[in-house]
């Protein structure tokens, strides 16, 4: 059984930095996408970034230059970086792997506070 489990969150200033990670357990896939998604209050589920089993990536425009998403396929573990952190980006941040071709799955979600 896949699972997938984010931690990283919290509160911080406007300006500072957080790492969120996303460990994945259960099936290990050749090919597959892991993407961070945001929720903020009132709005609907968006994309924040993903990357391939392979290495490329893709950004929100929101987010370009100030986000980096990147992966340990040894450790089986995403990873976003976060810079430059706004108000704006307060929200629930969400793991998703997408298995290609296959199911996807989420995690449970981390909160996200960006102070002003």
């Known amino acids: 059984q896949v699972q997938l489990v984010e931690s990283g969150g919290g509160l911080v200033q406007a300006g500072g930095s957080l790492r969120l990670s996303c460990a994945i357990s259960?099936?290990?896939?050749?090919?597959?996408?892991m993407g961070w998604y945001r929720q903020a209050p009132g709005k609907q589920r968006e994309l924040v970034a993903t990357?391939?089993?392979?290495?490329?990536?893709n950004y929100a425009d929101s987010v370009k230059g100030r986000f980096t998403i990147s992966r340990d396929n040894a450790k089986d573990t995403v990873y976003l970086q976060m810079n430059s952190l706004q108000p704006e980006d307060t929200a629930v941040y969400y793991c998703?792997?997408?298995?290609?071709?296959?199911?996807?799955?989420w995690g449970q979600g981390t909160q996200v506070t960006v102070s002003s």
């Open positions: 998703r792997l997408t298995v290609i071709p296959g199911p996807m799955y």
């Open positions: 259960g099936s290990i896939f050749r090919r597959d996408v």
């Open positions: 990357i391939t089993s392979g290495g490329s990536t």
